[in-house]
């Protein structure tokens, strides 16, 4: 019986994204007449806030220089796309930035999921309350507080090598080897972003009809089963929305943290596009240079959600757009 | 279904309870050290705390990071307009980007692909700090209150969260509502937001906490202008000074030596007032989309 | 280039909208500025604090500083004297460059500016005014340099913009601080060695090492370090710049200027025999377990808290960098008492060698410094605040206080500080609503005009020796020293006029061939020279190093500042 109630609740998602073809037609149109005239009031808010500064990415392809301004700098083509690319360091910060990306996504991505289902398996309101509230509360904390604690504890005599000591290990170099660098920044993301996260999820499970639930009690479900077959299947659409909106977040893998952390000895898994930027561009007063990255980070973003939004297509998943 | 089957799923659900709860446990402890050495630093001796090894209670008690933090000039100004352009702009946030992802989510919207390929492009761009300088700048945003709520209103994000809550919503109740002659924006805002509780709660808090945090746009479009300055700016000029130990080689003068705080404490101390009423705020949103509000019947 | 085409085309599509707009408006803007520029200067004689009207001007530095409160006591004081009221606004979250990158996109310049290293930018965009017309109308702007040291500010227009404020004495210097670099030792390890002389680096880590011997832990039982180093981002100067030192030159920052071949010559100090020499010292004291195994990987506020313990008895480090926080700590604690303070040692390659780690004249760095911009509306009026605040009285206000207050005066005169007295001026809330120091404006150190007073209460020797602990006492006794630079032992010489030339390779940008030589020498140097002190085979991993080095193109940056060099001597 679970299976058919999981089985029906994905039916019904799949007809409502399918059903509904509607013909271009003038009296259609006329129907949706206040649809598309919000849209396009939105649509010229949009255009001026989000698209009208894209003219700055003019600036990559010149020598910016406050004096000139935008339009008189010198143009220099796609220099500073060829500076970036033909530095061997800049290829190693891309690796370093997707890798970090892909394994903070992962991760951040399933413990938030993972911890807003069990939370709602605990069934006192007070608790349940309680536990959600604090789980939230170090995403207010700055990355500066969270690392610094981070740094303390993993230091030689910090206390998970007191830990490791006392079940006779040998204590552990946690920031020399370069190893242990990218699970570490995978670690603080979700240590300190996991409640906050699991907010969207909390959210989507309490539109669950309690029916579903019942009809399965009845039927003899466990709670595990409940999981799989009513709540995960419920709640997918938004895991899958936000799934493809993080994998065009992945070289964005951050900046703070990575620097925070980091240090000369693991510098070369430790820098990431961001701090890359920092020391050639902004720090030099090259905003070309920033900007190039930037529109480089872009590209890589649309073209990643167009081939993961067609690949939710295909399979008949929640999409984008 | 058999009966033997029903006692063992009941004999699972004790394990999984029991799991369960030595998982919330350990998530609870984790979470909350931070927290909690948070507090203990910032009532701790700043001269003290240099030495290290604080963790859930302060050593050297002292208010004087609380003292310095509140005694900041401008943090009444600060406050009042944060309050504000929190209220403001999370009011405004939830108004646009509702109707919008309302839009979006209608099934039989003609351009619904395109327009929202059109925001989900924003979310992944971004022109720069000087470009965007400019237009703020053009449009009269810079120097002024309405340049914290105006430039960040309709975020992409909180719209494709809530298109996605809305689209989940039974379309038997918009077409009787339909049938009815209901327009729109009655559908909008008589059948549909009702139900969105739980989303508009969520995206509320987002922006209300992004609004209450934002700092960058202060320093940067009313650097000069003390009547928009924000909390976190103010906190965030005190701690910069603070921490300046003299970093700047030309600079070679003695640092007053002799404070009693340090950038450790004052950050700490600062953590925790913005923490604050966030946290205040919180049980109001909360029961949203903890306990949830559902379709016709209490769940459990 | 089908590619580029489309971009452009995409771009410049994009960009006709934006910038319709934008172009318009800031071309607008500046004729606008200049003009009322021009306009004020006319009226600007008769204006201010003759017509008992108080000026109010905006500045913003381009640095990170403690803010003053409205109403500041002091500020009125001032105000009322000058008829001129500075607002100020400090650098938070950005870095200079940022920042002043986008005030100039923005046109709104402050009245005043101190760029920092980005202050070329303001000139480049025309953003600043000219000295010239102002420094004869105004004698305490123009005592501030001699002519020579005036033409050192000049630009490529021959004209000044900006004058650095800082390291500029009066009459006799006063100082009895050691601000620089050092090799640093606690004061307990001298006296147990019964103050020996410490000249080079090896008798200076026997001396650790002796020490370390006797005293593996501390009485708590904590472990001892006996040397540790910070390289934390920015302050890895604590490893990297020594060998510049240790040959006896002084703190140019980015090279060593040789003098000895009659025309001045850049010499790079990390590929010296010394700098090998100095390395490889340290690998060696680091297989011995002398170095602190967590060196690389410590962040600042770890190494601080590591010396608040005492434990650590040496390391090389500016002293503004660590000492203000761990005296503080010391004082606290007690441990002053035990003779965990920390002595300077200025140390050379060779034994009997020169040494010029302490700099006694003043460090001119003409690559920023106070400016007036074109928004500014009375620029004649800027100009004489930036007169006036150099008169004795108020420079006293400045960084005194007021007299009664915040200093009293003994019978023969001298200022003098009671300990309230010196709390409250230590005081964040005290110091933001009483003090006002105009901090980043023109002032001087050295001897105050009557003669017998410091400019600035840290150069007043009563507050130098005050609270001092007893075995930094004994330590001044043993090596008959009135101050921390008897110490060290420097030569007392006039630097060239092109010192220091960090002010040079500071301002240095990715366009220039040796600029873009110079930031990746900065990584190379970041990543490689942990590992070579951590090396198990020290020669093949220096030998790696120097290759890593040599690909940097190092020459090309050399030959920069080889030119600016002859540029700056020839001045």
């Known amino acids: ?321 | 279904m058999g009966k033997s089957k029903l006692k063992r799923a009941k004999g699972w659900d004790l394990v999984f309870v029991i799991l369960n709860g030595i998982f919330m446990l350990a998530f609870v402890v984790i979470t909350l050290y931070p927290v909690i050495n948070t507090v203990a630093i910032s009532f701790n001796d700043g001269i003290d705390a240099v030495r290290g090894g604080i963790h859930l209670w302060p050593r050297e008690f002292t208010l004087k990071n609380y003292v310095t933090v509140l005694g900041k000039q401008n943090i009444k100004t600060a406050a009042i307009v944060t309050v504000a352009r929190t209220v403001i702009g999370s009011a405004l946030s939830l108004a646009t980007n509702a109707l919008l992802a309302y839009v979006v989510s209608r099934k039989r919207f003609l351009f619904k692909a395109q327009v929202s390929l059109f925001w989900v492009i924003t979310m992944y761009v971004n022109g720069g700090l000087v470009p965007v300088l400019l237009l703020y700048k053009n449009l009269h945003l810079t120097n002024s209150f309405w340049v914290y709520v105006i430039p960040g209103m309709i975020s992409a994000f909180n719209m494709l969260v809530m298109r996605t809550y809305m689209q989940g919503i039974p379309d038997s109740l918009e077409e009787s509502a339909a049938l009815d002659g209901a327009g729109h924006f009655t559908i909008f805002w008589k059948i549909i937001s009702p139900l969105c509780l739980p989303v508009y709660a969520t995206v509320t808090l987002f922006v209300a906490v992004y609004q209450w945090n934002s700092w960058f746009d202060a320093m940067l479009y009313n650097r000069m202008k003390d009547e928009y300055t924000t909390l976190q700016y103010e906190l965030m000029k005190l701690l910069t000074s603070v921490m300046q130990q003299g970093g700047n080689a030309n600079n070679m003068k003695s640092v007053a030596s002799g404070s009693r705080v340090t950038p450790v404490t004052v950050r700490s101390a600062a953590t925790v007032i913005t923490m604050l009423p966030i946290i205040c705020l919180y049980p109001f949103l909360q029961r949203y989309f903890v306990t949830g509000l559902t379709i016709g019947g209490v769940k459990e | 280039m089908k590619l580029k085409r489309v971009l452009s085309v995409a771009l410049a599509s994009a960009m006709t909208l934006a910038l319709v707009a934008c172009g318009g408006s800031s071309d607008a803007s500046a004729p606008a500025a200049t003009d009322s520029a021009a306009k004020t200067e006319t009226a600007a004689a008769d204006n201010g604090a003759a017509s008992g009207e108080i000026i109010d001007f905006t500045f913003f530095g381009a640095m990170p500083q403690a803010e003053i409160n409205d109403g500041n006591e002091i500020q009125e004081i001032i105000a009322q004297k000058t008829g001129v009221r500075v607002k100020e606004t400090w650098l938070t979250g950005q870095t200079a460059a940022e920042a002043v990158g986008t005030i100039l996109a923005s046109g709104e310049y402050p009245d005043l500016i101190d760029a920092g290293d980005a202050s070329v930018q303001m000139y480049e965009a025309d953003a600043l005014v000219a000295w010239d017309d102002y420094l004869d109308k105004y004698p305490n702007l123009k005592e501030m340099y001699s002519e020579e040291e005036w033409n050192m500010f000049r630009q490529e227009d021959g004209k000044i913009y900006w004058a650095n404020v800082f390291c500029n004495t009066y009459g006799d210097p006063k100082a009895t601080g050691h601000n620089d670099e050092a090799f640093w030792v606690q004061a307990r390890v001298l006296e147990e060695a019964g103050y020996p002389e410490i000249e080079t680096l090896d008798e200076y880590f026997d001396l650790l090492e002796g020490y370390y011997a006797k005293h593996p832990t501390l009485d708590d039982g904590t472990a001892v370090i006996p040397y540790t180093i910070l390289c934390e981002d920015w302050r890895y100067f604590c490893l990297e710049n020594a060998p510049e030192f240790l040959d006896g030159y002084p703190n140019d920052g980015s090279v060593i200027v040789d003098k000895s071949s009659g025309t001045p010559t850049i010499v790079d100090y990390n590929t010296t025999p010394t700098a090998e020499m100095y390395f490889k010292k340290l690998n060696e004291e680091y297989n011995k377990g002398m170095i602190d195994p967590e060196f690389a990987t410590q962040t600042y506020d770890e190494y601080i808290a590591k010396l608040s313990t005492g434990a650590v008895l040496g390391m090389c480090d500016q002293n503004w960098d660590f000492n203000y926080t761990i005296q503080d700590v010391f004082k606290s604690t007690g441990l002053d008492l035990q003779g965990c303070n920390y002595v300077p040692l200025g140390l050379t390659a060779e034994k009997g060698q020169e040494n010029r780690w302490h700099t006694y004249a003043d460090t001119l760095n003409n690559s920023s410094g106070i400016a007036v911009t074109t928004s500014c509306k009375n620029p004649d009026a800027a100009f004489k605040f930036l007169n006036d605040i150099m008169d004795q009285e108020i420079h006293d206000l400045r960084f005194w206080g007021i007299e009664g207050t915040d200093y009293l005066v003994d019978e023969e005169g001298l200022y003098y500080r009671t300990d309230e007295m010196r709390a409250n001026c230590a005081d964040e809330a005290y110091k933001a609503s009483h003090m006002c120091q105009y901090s980043y404006m023109p002032q001087w150190l050295g001897t105050s005009r009557d003669g017998v007073n410091a400019m600035q209460p840290s150069e007043q020797y009563s507050e130098f020796v005050n609270g001092m602990a007893e075995p930094l006492v004994k330590v001044f006794e043993a090596y008959n020293a009135k101050g921390y630079p008897d110490l060290i032992g420097s030569v007392v010489e006039e630097n060239g006029p092109w010192f220091p030339m960090y002010s040079y390779s500071n301002a240095m940008t990715t366009d220039t061939e040796g600029g873009v030589a110079w930031t990746k020498i900065g990584e190379t140097k970041h990543e490689w020279l942990p590992k070579v002190v951590m090396s198990s085979n020290f020669d093949g991993t220096w030998a790696d190093y120097m290759k890593a080095y040599d690909a940097c193109n190092p020459q090309a940056f050399l030959d920069e500042m080889q030119v600016e060099l002859d540029r700056r001597a020839n001045l």
């Open chain 1, 1 to 321: 019986m679970s299976q058919e109630t999981s089985a029906s609740v994905k039916r019904a998602r799949k007809k409502k994204n399918d059903e509904y073809k509607v013909k271009t037609s003038m009296a259609e149109v006329k129907r949706q007449s206040f649809l598309i005239v919000t849209s396009a009031i939105f649509l010229v808010y949009g255009f001026i806030f989000y698209y009208v500064p894209l003219g700055g990415w003019i600036m990559a392809f010149e020598n910016y220089k406050p004096k000139t301004g935008l339009l008189h700098s010198k143009w220099v083509g796609l220099a500073k796309f060829k500076f970036l690319f033909e530095d061997a360091t800049f290829i190693r910060v891309i690796r370093n930035t997707l890798a970090m990306g892909v394994l903070n996504l992962v991760a951040t991505f399933f413990m938030a999921i993972l911890f807003a289902i069990l939370l709602n398996e605990v069934r006192t309101t007070l608790i349940k309350k309680g536990i959600q509230t604090i789980s939230y509360m170090p995403h207010f904390l700055s990355w500066i507080i969270v690392t610094g604690i981070l740094h303390d504890a993993l230091s030689a005599n910090g206390v998970v090598n007191e830990i490791i000591q006392a079940f006779g290990g040998t204590p552990i170099m946690f920031f020399s080897e370069t190893k242990y660098f990218w699970p570490i920044v995978a670690f603080a993301n979700v240590w300190k972003e996991t409640g906050w996260n699991a907010i969207i999820y909390l959210a989507a499970i309490t539109s669950i009809d309690p029916c579903l639930y019942e009809a399965a009690s009845i039927d003899g479900a466990g709670r595990l089963s409940k999981i799989f077959h009513i709540t995960l299947p419920s709640i997918r659409p938004t895991i899958m929305i936000l799934l493809l909106i993080n994998v065009g977040n992945v070289l964005n893998a951050g900046f703070e943290v990575q620097y925070l952390l980091g240090n000369d000895v693991i510098k070369s898994v430790s820098d990431t596009i961001d701090i890359y930027v920092l020391n050639w561009g902004i720090s030099q007063s090259d905003f070309s240079l920033g900007t190039a990255a930037g529109i480089f980070k872009s590209v890589v973003s649309i073209i990643l959600i167009v081939i993961a939004n067609n690949m939710a297509k295909r399979a008949g998943e929640e999409r984008l757009f």
